[in-house]
């Protein structure tokens, strides 16, 4: 492949300017001696993390993985958060918007930040564009979901493609999820109905990022560095509706809905007293939770990170099981009343 079809490839794949890309290539002949101009448009590539200068394949959001690189999905953008302003531990401003795409197969947060953020701030980019996403790549969340970041090279552009309409998002996600017993439960978005039998002993207290509330590891959040701690509660209890058990985590503002207790209350307990605030609230409940269900990595069993709960109320599920039974009756029956 000749020299300038791999500069229009490489163009193409990492949405960067023909001359920007001619200047990083210019440095990089000078920087490494000797270095004919395809090996530095070669490495200039590399640094992409391109190593094929044919057109990189378009992937089902469905398909997309914690950890890939160089992701390319395009997607129809079906809700915007608002967007945050904040200052980094160097004091620099820097603000932050989160963008949710979907396709046929599924949906993703995607992480906007500064420059990026402009693109949603200047109205360049808006709810029910359809977009394509370059050069992101892949993280998973503490709730089991899919978020897409842009790198330094990363791109978006609007584009015409066939996915569904913001109809069909606002039907999807704001659906209630599907009842089931937890024997029965999978992977997937679900809802529950049970007694908390458990509350696990813990700090109740885990400290997040104040740019993007991620969890901080060691003190540092991995995207933004050093930052301010800013302390959020969580809560990993036990519900058992008779048919078996799962593990449900609440966070944040639905832990202390659960708990009815501040972060602000709990910080201020030792750890025994946090247990037993948390305990005494929850041991005993009967609830109806819904979440995200997944399989643990470590233990094997499928838990449930909640994103929803609420108090059984006894007449609902009166009428729900009545209805529920009834449908199985009709569906045993013709319509002529007579047994199938």
């Known amino acids: 492949m000749a020299v300038e079809e791999m500069l229009d490839s490489l163009e193409k794949q990492t949405g960067v300017a023909r001359e920007v890309l001619k200047d990083m290539i210019a440095k990089k002949q000078k920087a490494v001696e000797g270095v004919s101009l395809e090996s530095a448009l070669r ?3 590399n640094d992409f993390g391109i190593t094929s200068f044919g057109e990189k394949k378009q992937m089902n959001l469905a398909s997309v993985v914690s950890g890939m690189k160089n992701v390319v999905i395009i997607g129809r953008i079906f809700n915007i958060s608002r967007i945050v302003d904040f200052k980094r531990s160097d004091g ?18 995607l992480a906007m930040w500064n420059d990026q953020a402009k693109l949603v701030e200047d109205g360049d980019i808006k709810l029910g564009d359809i977009i394509q996403v370059s050069n992101a790549f892949a993280k998973e969340n503490q709730f089991g979901d899919i978020e897409l970041s842009l790198g330094k090279f990363g791109n978006i552009q609007i584009v015409e ?19 089931v017993d937890i024997y029965n439960a999978g992977q997937g978005l679900y809802e529950i109905a049970g007694e908390i039998v458990t509350v696990f002993r813990g700090n109740f207290i885990f400290n997040t990022c104040s740019v993007c509330g991620s969890s901080l ?4 959040c991995s995207e933004h560095g050093d930052v301010e701690a800013v302390p959020a509660m969580i809560i990993s209890a036990v519900v058992d509706d008779g048919t078996a058990d799962m593990r449900v985590v609440f966070f944040r503002e ?55 709960l609420g108090e059984l109320n006894i007449r609902e599920e009166s009428i729900r099981l009545l209805k529920a039974v009834e449908e199985k009756l009709n569906a045993t029956t013709d319509d002529g009343g007579n047994n199938i």
Not at 288 to 300: A, F, T
């Open 217 to 220: 590891v060691g003190g540092k």
């Open 43 to 45: 490495l200039v590539a």
């Open 254 to 308: 639905l832990a202390e809905k659960a708990a009815g207790i501040t972060t602000k209350e709990i910080a201020a307990m030792d750890r025994e007293q946090r247990y037993e605030a948390v305990g005494k609230k929850l041991l005993g409940k009967t609830i109806i939770v819904s979440g995200r269900v997944k399989k643990n990595k470590i233990s094997d069993m499928m838990e449930m990170m909640a994103n929803n």
């Open 92 to 109: 620099s401003p820097g603000k932050v918007v989160n963008v949710h795409v979907g396709d046929y197969s599924g949906f993703a947060k």
């Open 161 to 179: 493609a066939d996915v569904p309409s913001l109809e069909h998002f606002k039907k999807r996600i704001v659906s209630a999820p599907k009842r």
